[in-house]
C-alpha cells in the first residue's frame, strides 16, 4: 500500500482520508468497468464492420476530394453513436463552434430555440445572444427567437414546464447534457429518452439537439440511441481519447448533418470538401481509445468526489451517484481554497507545472476565469483539468485525466494545498482571538 504521508508530505488526518476514499470508492471502479468493456467492444465491431487499414490513415490537401480516410472515420461515428450520418472535422474550432454552426444551419429566421435545462454554457450564450454588448452575427440578431424552460428545485428538468413551452411551437430544442458552470446533475439517458418522447408527443416537427461535451462513452448508450435526432462535441473532450488535437464533430439525421456540413463549408460542396492533412491517424487512434479514457477520467472524478466529500466539502455528483458526463463539482466556498486547488492541479501537469493559475478573462465569458490545465494540447479537457468562474460560491468543475494514476496525483496535490489554507485559515482565527 502506497504510504501517502511521506509520499506527499502530508498530514496524518489527509493522508486517511485519500485511504479510505480509495478503498471506498473501489466497488464503483469495478462497475465502471464493465460500461469500458461494453464500449471498447462497440468501437472496435465498427473500426472491424468499416475495414479500417493504414490506407485511411493518410490525409488529403487543397479541398479534401475523396479523403476515403475522413469518410470512412465519419461512418464510424454514425454507427459508434448510433446516427444515420457524421461530420467529424479538424475545421470545427472548438465544441461551441460546432454547436453553433449546428444551430445557424438549422434555424432560419422566425424560427425558435428553446433551451430545455434553463441557460446553456456560457460561451453558447453568446452565440444566441443572450449576453456581450455586441449583438451582432447572433442568431437573436438573425431573427431567431430564443425561450428556456428553468430547471426544477432539485436542477432536473421541468417536465410539466416544458410541456407548457412545447404547445406555443419550438423548431429546435436544444438540451445541454453536461453541467456546464451550473450546480446541477448531469442530464441522464433515462431524461433525455422522457424528452425525446415528450417532444415526438407534443411538437413531432422540433428537432431534438442535444449538447453531447463530456457526455461521450460516460454510459453504454448515446443521446441518438435515445431519441435525439442530432448531437455535438469536441474530439478534445471524450472522443477524441487524448490524442486529437483540435477538431469537433456532429452526428444524427443524413438531412441534418448535410445541412450542417452546407454552413460549415458551403452549399452545394458540403461533405464532399474539407482536407485532413496528416491527423486522420489521431483521430483513428483517438476514437479507439476514447472508452479506456473517458472510464480513467471518471475514476478520477469518483476518487476526488469521495475524497472531498470526506474533507467536509459539498460536492455534486457524489462519488456513489449515477453520472452522466466526466466532469466532478466541488463547492469550495472561498477563493483562495479555489486558487489552492487549481494550483495543485496544476502543478501535477505534465506540461507547464511551473505556471501559477491566477483569475484572468477569456473568450466568451462573462467573469473571470481560474484556469488549470497543464495539458499536451491547449483546453484539452479530456486531459486533468480544473476550471471555475472566479466568483462565489467558487466551485471548480475537475475534470479528465488520461490515466487514474495521474488523476490522482492531481487530485491529491489539490486537496494537500487546500488542506493547508484551511489549516493556515484556522491558525489566523486561533490568533486572532488571542
Not at 123 to 143: C, R, S
Request: with cysteine.
Amino acid at each position: 500500500m502506497i504510504d501517502y504521508k511521506s509520499y506527499f508530505n502530508i498530514p496524518w488526518e489527509l493522508a486517511r482520508y485519500i485511504e479510505e476514499a480509495e478503498e471506498r470508492v473501489l466497488p464503483y471502479f469495478r462497475e465502471l468497468g464493465n460500461k469500458v468493456f461494453y464500449n471498447q467492444g462497440k468501437v472496435l465491431n465498427a473500426f472491424k464492420e468499416l475495414k479500417v487499414s493504414e490506407f485511411n490513415f493518410s490525409g488529403s490537401t487543397g479541398y479534401g476530394y475523396g479523403d476515403s480516410g475522413r469518410d470512412t472515420l465519419e461512418n464510424i461515428y454514425a454507427k459508434v453513436f448510433g446516427t444515420e450520418d457524421s461530420l467529424v472535422r479538424m475545421q470545427f474550432v472548438s465544441g461551441t463552434h460546432a454547436i453553433a454552426v449546428c444551430l445557424f444551419a438549422l434555424l432560419d429566421t422566425g424560427d425558435t430555440i428553446l433551451s430545455a435545462a434553463g441557460p446553456p454554457y456560457s460561451t453558447l450564450q453568446k452565440v444566441i445572444g443572450l449576453k456581450g454588448e455586441e449583438k451582432k452575427g447572433t442568431l437573436m440578431n438573425k431573427g431567431i427567437n430564443y425561450r428556456e424552460v428553468n430547471l426544477g428545485p432539485e436542477g432536473n428538468i421541468d417536465f410539466p414546464a416544458l410541456e407548457r413551452k412545447l404547445r406555443e411551437g419550438a423548431e429546435l430544442v436544444l438540451l445541454q447534457r453536461s453541467r456546464g458552470y451550473s450546480w446541477r446533475p448531469s442530464v441522464s439517458l433515462a431524461e433525455i429518452n422522457n424528452i425525446s418522447e415528450l417532444i415526438k408527443k407534443v411538437s413531432p416537427g422540433s428537432i431534438f439537439f442535444v449538447d453531447n461535451c463530456y457526455g461521450e462513452f460516460v454510459d453504454t448508450k448515446e443521446p441518438p440511441e435515445k431519441g435525439a435526432d442530432l448531437i455535438a462535441g469536441s474530439l478534445i473532450k471524450n472522443p477524441g481519447g487524448g490524442l486529437a488535437p483540435l477538431g469537433g464533430y456532429a452526428a444524427g439525421q443524413k438531412v441534418l448533418i448535410e445541412k450542417v456540413a452546407d454552413r460549415l463549408t458551403a452549399p452545394g460542396l458540403g461533405k464532399e470538401v474539407g482536407a485532413s492533412l496528416n491527423i486522420n491517424r489521431a483521430f483513428y487512434q483517438g476514437l479507439f481509445l476514447a472508452p479506456h479514457m473517458v472510464g480513467e477520467a471518471i475514476k478520477g472524478a469518483v476518487f476526488a468526489s469521495c475524497l472531498f466529500e470526506k474533507m467536509g466539502f459539498e460536492v455534486s455528483p457524489r462519488h456513489d451517484e449515477p453520472r452522466s458526463d466526466i466532469v466532478q463539482a466541488i463547492k469550495l466556498k472561498d477563493p483562495d481554497l479555489l486558487l489552492s486547488f487549481c494550483r495543485g492541479i496544476q502543478c501535477q501537469g505534465p506540461v507547464d507545472s511551473f505556471i501559477t493559475p491566477e483569475p484572468g478573462w477569456m473568450p466568451g465569458y462573462e467573469d473571470k476565469i481560474v484556469m488549470a490545465a497543464g495539458t499536451f494540447f491547449q483546453g484539452a479537457s479530456l486531459e486533468l483539468s480544473a476550471d471555475a468562474p472566479y466568483k462565489s460560491p467558487y466551485i471548480v468543475y475537475l475534470q479528465g485525466g488520461l490515466t487514474y494514476e495521474h488523476a490522482k496525483l492531481g487530485i491529491i496535490e489539490g486537496a494537500k494545498e487546500v488542506f493547508k489554507r484551511l489549516n493556515r485559515n484556522k491558525n489566523n482565527v486561533i490568533n486572532q482571538d488571542n
